[in-house]
């Protein structure tokens, strides 16, 4: 059990001394600080420069917000492998004995939860903050596995920026744990761990808040993106009954089978539910009778997608079937490049839309013959791998998707666990 602690300074010298001696008094564990700092001239690089647990990191050009400085010290953590990652400010006190090994030990204990929300007395009385009645963490800590998970869902591929950077200072960690509800984790809401706020009254603060908490910008932006508790339960987990094999079509986009569990990797409205298909860990074994999956093998890392097929064929009934609908190189080359019977745009085709290099699953990432296809899934240990046509399945040809509206630059595969 590793634990790094992340917290952006500047110009805080007195509060930053009782932030870090705090976590340190109340840590239980070892700890491991990693301080950004936006160039401070008070002293607090030279003293963080000499503190034996910290790994100082300068932050190079203007100050942008926290949620740069925490994105930089949250790539550092996920880079070392720390196993959990506190969030922290240099201007907050922990209260509660030996509250971060508490807070990691909950977290060991419960595989499903993405965070541990400490108690923080900001509005002048002890509480957790929430969206739609969930509540996520402020100050806690995260699990590193879950929060790469939710990077990727936010549209890091990397999955080190936890915190979304549409957002400057506040809302992204707001939308961390909405995305940690969304994608099937949940967060604790540790009673009794406390934080108090020592809300340091300076300019970097009266930066933050600017024009109050109605009208400030992320908290305008993060309104405008989570208006709904619903979107909070689109998740997959929870969508599998017992006793009752699914149907599920995944990577549905804005196409919805109907009788099926539509699921996507981003929300849209089509999707029933969010599914990162790098993160299938909370899915049950055995719940689908058939997965169709259409145009979005190409959109899978080569080196990761074997592991994907064979999460598939374990969420597969014995004797259920996997569909595929996937790009077709040398359908591309003579039917878009060579000749525009399918449309012209060949590069879109073959490489993703505009705009999808660094979205994890809109941008593609490799490309299929058909016999490339089926030995693959053969060696993924599907059985009876075949080409399918579209005719077979008059549902699906009715979808019209890319399996169909772009059939000469798609090639079929489907095979049996």
Same mark, same amino acid.
């Given at each position: 059990?590793?634990?790094?602690?992340?917290?952006?300074?500047?110009?805080?010298?007195? *509060?930053?001394?009782?932030?870090?001696?705090?976590?340190?008094?109340?840590?239980?564990?070892?700890? @491991?600080?990693?301080?950004?700092?936006?160039? *401070?001239?008070?002293?607090?690089?030279?003293?963080?420069?000499? +503190?034996?647990?910290?790994?100082?990191?300068?932050?190079?050009?203007?100050? @942008?917000? &926290?949620?740069?400085?925490? %994105?930089?010290?949250?790539?550092?953590?996920?880079?070392?492998?720390?196993?959990?990652?506190?969030?922290?400010?240099?201007?907050?006190?922990?209260? @509660?004995?030996?509250?971060? !090994?508490?807070?990691?030990?909950?977290?060991?204990?419960?595989? *499903?939860?993405?965070?541990?929300?400490?108690?923080?007395?900001?509005?002048?009385?002890?509480?957790?903050? %929430?969206?739609?009645?969930?509540?996520?963490?402020?100050?806690?800590?995260?699990?590193?596995? &879950?929060?790469?998970?939710?990077?990727?869902? +936010?549209?890091?591929?990397?999955?080190?920026?936890?915190?979304?950077?549409?957002?400057?200072?506040?809302?992204?960690? *707001? !939308?961390?744990?909405?995305?940690?509800?969304?994608?099937?984790?949940h967060v604790i809401a540790a009673k009794g761990l406390r934080v108090h706020d020592l809300q340091v009254k300076d300019a970097m603060r009266d930066a933050n808040e600017a024009g109050g908490p109605a009208v400030r910008p992320d908290s305008v932006l993060f309104r405008q993106r989570w208006t709904s508790p619903q979107q909070l339960v689109c998740s997959a987990a929870g969508k599998f009954p017992e006793g009752r094999a699914l149907k599920i079509h995944i990577g549905c986009g804005q196409k919805h089978l109907r009788g099926w569990l539509n699921l996507d990797g981003t929300i849209t409205p089509a999707a029933d539910a969010v599914l990162d298909l790098y993160q299938t860990q909370h899915v049950p074994s055995g719940v689908a009778s058939w997965i169709y999956w259409s145009h979005g093998p190409e959109h899978i890392h080569p080196d990761k997608l074997p592991g994907v097929l064979r999460e598939l064929r374990r969420i597969l009934v014995p004797g259920g079937k996997l569909t595929i609908a996937t790009i077709d190189i040398r359908g591309i080359m003579a039917n878009r490049f060579e000749a525009p019977h399918n449309g012209s745009a060949w590069n879109a085709a073959l490489y993703g839309e505009t705009d999808s290099t660094h979205h994890p699953f809109l941008a593609h990432r490799q490309a299929f013959t058909q016999d490339t296809l089926l030995v693959l899934m053969a060696r993924c240990e599907f059985r009876n791998v075949r080409r399918w046509a579209l005719a077979e399945y008059p549902e699906i040809n009715d979808l019209n998707d890319y399996a169909r509206s772009c059939a000469l630059v798609t090639c079929y595969g489907e095979g049996i666990a």
């Open positions: 059990m590793s634990l790094a602690v992340v917290l952006g300074s500047f110009n805080r010298l007195p *509060s930053l001394r009782t932030s870090l001696d705090s976590v340190r008094a109340t840590a239980g564990m070892p700890v @491991t600080f990693i301080v950004v700092d936006g160039g *401070s001239t008070d002293g607090s690089r030279e003293y963080l420069a000499a +503190q034996p647990d910290v790994v100082l990191i300068g932050q190079r050009g203007p100050l @942008t917000g &926290a949620v740069r400085a925490f %994105n930089l010290g949250f790539a550092y953590a996920v880079d070392e492998g720390f196993d959990y990652i506190g969030h922290f400010n240099d201007d907050a006190e922990c209260q @509660t004995p030996r509250m971060w !090994e508490s807070a990691v030990g909950m977290l060991e204990d419960d595989p *499903s939860a993405a965070a541990v929300a400490f108690e923080i007395d900001m509005w002048k009385r002890w509480g957790f903050d %929430n969206v739609h009645g969930k509540p996520y963490s402020n100050f806690g800590v995260y699990r590193s596995s &879950a929060s790469q998970a939710i990077a990727r869902a +936010q549209g890091d591929p990397t999955g080190r920026a936890f915190w979304n950077p549409i957002y400057r200072t506040y809302g992204a960690d *707001s !939308e961390h744990g909405a995305w940690a509800w969304k994608l099937g984790y």
